[in-house]
């Protein structure tokens, strides 16, 4: 018979040896990924023939919304283990879909180089980032700095889950990040971003763009609808994404509180939002040219096609829309400078205060809504 001190000696034998043996292991999987690196894709980055094979399939399942979909037609596992794992932390099917495209970029190019996603080093990481600044043109350094924050967290979910490689092949820049973050911060300055990427690129700051009145009232008067006129109003007045304002439902207007209500983006949370009484005014238009057209209750879309059958408005339908009427008015504005127009104009009235106006857009430190923006540099007429 065996004591419990006997025992619990045992056990402590058995504890330290199995870490032994663990220490031993990692140590022979680092060896391992040190000898499979290859220095980088093989041959010349300008040679690197990335085919289109593969997809990102939406499957219309609201527990799967996307699915990589590999070479051979099969679904990429470790894709969809990373997309449960970001549904679960409250991220929307729009996320998910922004995550899978990047995802689907960086395995294309390792299908292309011959290297499973589980063998990439930091030198295949590395002709990555290089071949997306050179190829094609390169990509913008908003979009490459995505497609680093992306790939490294895919890599550090399958890194703690234990199904992945036992290095990041995107690590952080250590020379970012020596010390306590913020030990020596200036208060009269913003902070820095302590996490940066080895590879993420510096993304140059911009000053949102707003659209002037005039072109904002040529594109107006060129809007062929009363759906699309109480659209761009609701826009410019409310400040909120496109694909928020078109998850309001029949039940979520309040014309007499002016209130509109939409589920934002990030918390998917519903809120109320005030909106102009012009925008109002237009919406009341709009359902009384739809009245008996589109099915009704409070809880149907608010927002419906035109054509017939009538189908929920789509952010691609709206996109299109406010597309043609800038070309028609020769205006070069996006649907999302409305949401900068909006934050501009708040900005410039005296008795909204301007951390509202920063709390509710999120506005980066380094835009300062107050200045005025010249919209000709001919008659340097400042923009709304």
């Known amino acids: 018979m065996i004591d419990k001190l006997q025992a619990h000696y045992l056990l402590t034998e058995l504890r330290r040896e199995f870490a032994q043996?663990?220490?031993?292991?990692?140590?022979?999987?680092?060896?391992?990924?040190?000898?499979?690196?290859?220095?980088?894709?093989p041959g010349d980055l300008a040679e690197l023939v990335i085919s289109r094979a593969g997809c990102l399939q939406e499957t219309g399942d609201v527990r799967e919304?996307?699915?990589?979909?590999?070479?051979?037609?099969?679904?990429?596992?470790?894709?969809?283990?990373?997309?449960?794992?970001?549904?679960?932390?409250?991220?929307?099917?729009?996320?998910?879909?922004?995550?899978?495209?990047?995802?689907?970029r960086w395995f294309r190019f390792l299908w292309a180089a011959g290297i499973g996603w589980e063998q990439a080093t930091r030198s295949e990481a590395r002709d990555f980032c290089r071949w997306m600044q050179l190829a094609g043109g390169g990509y913008a350094p908003s979009a490459r700095a995505h497609c680093e924050t992306v790939l490294r967290c895919f890599y550090d979910f399958h890194l703690s889950a234990g199904t992945g490689p036992i290095v990041n092949p995107f690590p952080?820049?250590?020379?970012?990040?020596?010390?306590?973050?913020?030990?020596?911060?200036?208060?009269?300055?913003?902070?820095?971003?302590?996490?940066?990427?080895l590879y993420r690129p510096r993304v140059p700051s911009?000053?949102?763009?707003?659209?002037?009145?005039?072109?904002?009232?040529?594109?107006?008067?060129?809007l062929p609808s009363n759906r699309d006129r109480a659209l761009v109003a609701f826009y410019v007045s409310t400040g909120a994404r496109a694909s928020e304002l078109l998850s309001a439902t029949q039940?979520?207007?309040?014309p007499g509180r002016q209130l509109i209500t939409v589920v934002r983006k990030g918390s998917r949370q519903a809120q109320e939002l005030p909106a102009s009484a012009d925008a109002f005014v237009w919406l009341r238009l709009y359902q009384q040219e739809m009245h008996?057209?589109?099915?009704?209750?409070?809880?149907?879309?608010?927002?419906?096609?035109?054509?017939?059958p009538v189908r929920p408005l789509t952010y691609h339908a709206v996109h299109r829309m406010f597309e043609r009427a800038g070309e028609a008015a020769g205006a070069?504005?996006?649907?999302?400078?409305?949401?900068?127009?909006?934050?501009?104009?708040?900005?410039?009235d005296p008795?909204?205060?301007?951390?509202?106006?920063?709390?509710?857009?999120?506005?980066?430190q380094d835009c300062d809504l107050r200045r005025p923006v010249v919209d000709s540099v001919a008659d340097e007429t400042p923009a709304a």
């Not at 292991?25 to 499979?36: A, K, P």
């Not at 020379?175 to 940066?196: D, I, K, L, Q, T």
Request: aromatic share 8%; hydrophobic share 40%; proline share 7%.
């Open 21 to 41: 043996v663990s220490g031993h292991v990692r140590r022979i999987r680092l060896l391992c990924v040190l000898m499979l690196d290859r220095g980088g894709v």
């Open 65 to 104: 919304p996307y699915r990589l979909i590999g070479r051979a037609g099969e679904p990429v596992e470790p894709a969809a283990a990373y997309f449960a794992d970001l549904q679960a932390a409250g991220r929307c099917a729009a996320t998910v879909r922004s995550y899978g495209m990047d995802l689907l």
């Open 172 to 197: 952080l820049d250590r020379s970012r990040r020596r010390g306590r973050p913020g030990a020596h911060h200036n208060p009269m300055e913003p902070y820095r971003n302590e996490r940066a990427g």
């Open 206 to 222: 911009r000053i949102p763009r707003s659209v002037p009145d005039g072109a904002f009232n040529e594109i107006f008067a060129r």
């Open 251 to 254: 039940g979520g207007v309040d």
């Open 292 to 308: 008996g057209l589109i099915p009704a209750g409070r809880r149907q879309p608010l927002w419906w096609t035109l054509r017939r």
């Open 332 to 348: 070069t504005a996006t649907l999302h400078s409305l949401r900068h127009t909006a934050a501009y104009r708040m900005a410039q």
């Open 351 to 364: 008795e909204l205060p301007l951390t509202d106006v920063i709390l509710s857009f999120r506005v980066s």
